[in-house]
């Protein structure tokens, strides 16, 4: 039987799901992170993964990272260049998916992480780095994030990173990943593919700042197996990245 395991470690494993073999994936931090790695050890070992900051593997850190500039990130890597050397590759449409977050989103999957006044206050937060990039021309966009009502918006404060627009030609969010479940971008309107174990639509509809689409025969998220949740906390030991105070399973 499956050991319990947090949300958190579910959306690991609900990432490492969107990862493809063969694929170049632009990889981020945190929760990506851990769900690169698990993908490369379970079903896509030729996956590739770029960093914002130049570094390119074909293979985890052997080590547990906090930035991606660690010098775990750092040995083995295939390449370690520059943030122009691998933007330059999304520009040429080399790369099949990224993963980006965002403190706001709406129905069209666009981003906020530049500012908001959502509490009545403007409050700056922490910017594109290269959000916006990825979201603009990667091949597809999976999108991760806490699921609050504050931060699902009809509206955002803020286009950051761009979703789905009018003569987009290419790329666009297409799946979104979030506490409750994991939600369908593609056909520009959110549907919920499945719902985290114990989770309901209402609690889903009332963490939702807009209509979201929930069919009656919408499955639950399959669990994590005990080989997926040893990876997470083999690469993650203390639970820096993955441990929070609901387990569930």
Known sequence: MTSRYTRRELMVVAAAREIRDHEVVFVGMRLPLLGFGLAKA???????????????????????????????????AVACLG????????QQGRVDVGFIGGAQVDPLGNLNTTRTSS???LTRLPGSGGAG???????????IMEHEPRRFRERVDYV??????PGRRRGGPATLITTL???????RR?????????????????????PVTIEDHTPATAIPTADEL??????????????????TG
Do not use: C
């Open 160 to 165: 950051t990173s761009p979703g789905h627009f």
């Open 133 to 143: 990039d990825i979201a603009s021309l990667a091949g597809r966009t999976v999108l």
């Open 42 to 76: 379970n079903h896509a070992p030729d996956a590739i993964g770029l960093f914002e900051n130049g570094v390119i593997r074909d293979r985890p850190a052997e080590a547990f990272i906090y930035t991606m500039g660690d010098p775990p990130n750092i040995v083995g």
């Open 190 to 210: 959110v549907r919920a593919a499945s719902l985290h174990p114990g989770v309901t639509p209402q609690q889903v509809r009332e963490a939702t700042g807009f």
């Open 83 to 90: 943030l122009v050397d691998v933007m330059s590759l999304l």
């Open 119 to 121: 509490n009545g206050a």
């Open 230 to 247: 040893a990876y997470i906390r083999h690469a993650d030991p203390d639970g820096f990245w993955t441990g929070d105070s609901m387990k």
């Open 181 to 187: 479940g994991v939600f369908d971008l593609s056909t």
